[in-house]
């Protein structure tokens, strides 16, 4: 009996394993070992358990992750061909090609550069991904030959959205072809410095949430509205939405895209100090949250539960969510106050570092980098001043030290000139606290570093000026960028009136002040908003510096009296300075400016501001564009005429130069 049960198992084991010498196809793409059945016609242990086709082919060869990607490339490139009739390339040819292109496809494009990115027309649907295969959870990022195939000729192939259905707000009618040309006026001129809204058809765009689709119409309106009373329309219906739309919680995923486009070009009638930027932030923070925007993961199944319902894709989550920080982060840098909620997290650093299963433009990335970076300034120098008046200098020195290292690597010889802007608006607020000195500071090092800070702050004023020139800048820019420029005159013009001025040349600080009156005026939008008022403030003082025989004389250092304001500290100073320096003789410095009567609406309404300035000038230029010849005219009628000074009601507290900050009342 034993000899029999040795002579039935001997042939169905040794022969079949002699025959099957060659693992079936399933198990050697897996690189596991096959064990077969004793039945020849059964499958092996692993297919049949799997419920897998066994199939045992020799000339079977396992399929690679590389050889998928270059399939993938292939098919792509078929489909290309399948659509404009080009020629299929092998998989290392499309390699080769796309290596050649990287570092050149962002500044060949068909149309005009505009800030050194792809055409608008290539970034604003997102529709250009990776492959599928590399989406996946447990798949490494392709390689850059595939992540940035030159996408602007594929999305040039695509069909053009459907015409825009007409529609009406209120009582003003739009027409489908009035709506196109508004979508395509933003996402050419305005979407570049904003690429959340990922979704390019008006239709449905409308169809996502109306006010999305009206506010992006409003910010193309801000320069190329068809009738004089359009834009100041939708200036008001956009308005009293957004404020309704607040109330009226949860807010839905287009609603967040909403309030961070109008974060970035807010309204042009805010003040100084009401801008309500910081409101809208701040709900923005707390929807995005509950959403799990903040996760990068559209779909999030452990956050849509009841009324918080997210069904937007991954790729859609991502740039909303890189939106927000970066107005967040700005709108605290502005404003003077801590971090708004600004979560740097691991999503927005797979971001920054391209790892992410979809295109994301260059520009974007470094902007995004950059206010990490000044999330990271803001919060350790606020945690300075949380127990002195000052910051050491040291501190700053370490900073910039450490920005340095940084900026070495994001510009590189890629970047564009909005990239190099952006990382000279970071540098000029780490140099900002300079003028925020630690009581006993050193008199010699206090000067070279403020000079330092007044150099920069220049350079700033000139870039926003040639990027102007080259690709109308200061005609589209967001208002976060208006801020630093503004905070950039500001310290100017504070170094000017100042001790400082003796050790300048009269002539390029002449050249500067002017710079800054230009650019403040250039960016202008409608009639007394806050590009005009601050190129008449900025004005006034231009004029005091050049129509002065001799230089002006002042004893005081470029020291901020205001210390708990972060980084707009000086520009809060630079307002005291300013009424010290044209209102010497004031008797009302306690109290509330919008009572004062030598400043505010209650002077203007006085009629008693009309020779404060104590200097002749000019009305300046009050159009938009032109080129740097558009000096002020410094010559001429009284340089404070056109200055509207109800802007001085924003300041409601005292100016009064103090030892001990008083708060605002």
């Known amino acids: 009996m034993p000899d029999i049960s040795h002579e039935e198992t001997s ?35 692993r297919c049949a358990k799997l419920r897998l086709s066994c199939v045992v082919d020799r000339t079977h060869k396992r399929v690679s992750r590389k050889s998928k990607i270059d399939e993938l490339v292939q098919e792509i490139q078929s489909i290309k061909q399948s659509v404009s009739g080009q020629v299929t390339r092998a998989p290392d040819q499309v390699a080769t090609y796309t290596q050649q292109n990287e570092t050149t496809a962002p500044f ?38 595939v992540i940035h195939t030159p996408e602007t000729h594929m999305l040039s192939q695509n069909p053009p959205p459907e015409p825009a259905l007409p529609r009406a707000l209120g009582s003003q009618p739009f027409s489908g072809e009035d709506i196109d040309y508004y979508f395509e006026k933003y996402f050419e001129f305005y979407h570049p410095y904003m690429p959340i809204v990922r979704l390019r058809d008006p239709n449905k765009c409308y169809e996502s949430g109306p006010f999305l689709f009206w506010t992006i119409i409003y910010i193309a309106s801000r320069r190329y509205a068809k009738s004089p009373t359009l834009f100041p329309f939708l200036l008001d219906a956009v308005k009293k939405d957004a404020f309704s739309t607040l109330t009226n919680w949860p807010l839905s995923f287009p609603s967040i895209n909403a309030f961070i486009l109008l974060c970035a070009w807010i309204f042009p009638d805010v003040r100084f100090v009401n801008d309500p930027c910081a409101l809208f932030t701040g709900s923005v923070m707390n929807a995005i949250l509950q959403l799990g925007v903040h996760s990068g993961k559209g779909n999030h199944p452990e956050y849509s539960h009841g009324v918080f319902q997210n069904t937007v894709t991954d790729e859609e989550a991502a740039f909303t969510w890189a939106g927000y920080n970066i107005v967040a982060q700005r709108v605290s840098s502005s404003l003077g106050l801590p971090t708004i909620g600004g979560l740097f997290n691991q999503t927005i650093q797979n971001i920054i570092d391209g790892r992410t299963p979809f295109q994301v433009p260059p520009t974007f990335r ?27 200098a040291q501190i700053v020195s370490l900073l910039e030290n450490e920005w340095n290292a940084v900026q070495g690597l994001i510009c590189s010889e890629r970047a564009d000139d909005i990239d190099r802007f952006n990382a000279l608006l970071v540098q000029l607020e ?82 500067a002040a002017a710079d800054a009156v230009v650019a403040s005026r250039r960016a202008r939008v409608a009639d007394n908003d806050l590009p005009t008022r601050l190129g008449n403030l900025f004005d006034s003082w231009c004029s005091r510096l050049v129509n ?34 044209h209102v010497p003789g004031c008797k009302h410095k306690c109290q509330p400016l919008n009572t004062c009567p030598c400043l505010g609406s209650a002077a203007a309404a006085n009629g008693q501001l009309g020779g404060a300035g104590g200097g002749g000038g000019g009305g300046g230029v009050n159009g938009v564009g032109g ?10 009628a009284d340089a404070l005429q056109n200055i509207d000074w109800t802007f001085m009601d924003d300041f409601d507290w005292s100016f009064e130069p103090m030892p001990v900050l008083t708060a605002p009342t």
């Open 108 to 145: 060949k494009d068909s149309a005009p550069p505009r800030l050194g990115v792809p055409s608008p027309v290539s970034i604003s649907t997102g529709e250009v991904r990776a492959p599928t295969s590399i989406s996946s959870s447990n798949a490494t990022i392709a390689p850059s030959s």
């Open 627 to 636: 080129a740097r010849s558009e000096t002020p005219a410094m010559l001429g």
């Open 11 to 45: 042939p169905t084991i040794t022969p079949s394993r002699i025959k099957r010498n060659t693992a079936c196809t399933s198990c050697r793409d897996a690189k596991v070992r096959c064990n077969p059945s004793s039945n020849p016609a059964q499958p092996c242990q």
């Open 366 to 392: 470094v902007l995004l980098e950059c206010q990490k970076f000044c999330n990271h300034v803001t919060s350790t120098l606020a945690a300075c001043l949380e127990g002195s008046r000052g910051v050491s």
């Open 548 to 581: 002065y025989a001799a230089l002006p004389q002042y004893n005081d250092e470029p020291v901020s009296t205001f210390s708990h304001r972060l980084s707009a500290s000086v520009m809060y100073d630079c307002m005291t300075k300013w009424k010290t320096d």
């Open 430 to 511: 780490i140099q900002t606290y300079y003028m925020i000195p630690l009581p006993g500071y050193d008199p010699e090092a206090l000067k070279r570093n403020i000079m330092r800070t007044y150099n920069t702050a220049c350079a700033v004023i000139r870039s926003s000026l040639d990027l102007d020139d080259t690709t109308g800048f200061l005609h589209h820019l967001p208002h976060f960028y208006f801020r630093a420029i503004m905070s950039a005159g500001g310290i100017i013009y504070r170094v000017i009136h100042s001790s400082y001025l003796q050790f300048m040349d009269r002539a390029i600080a002449e050249r």
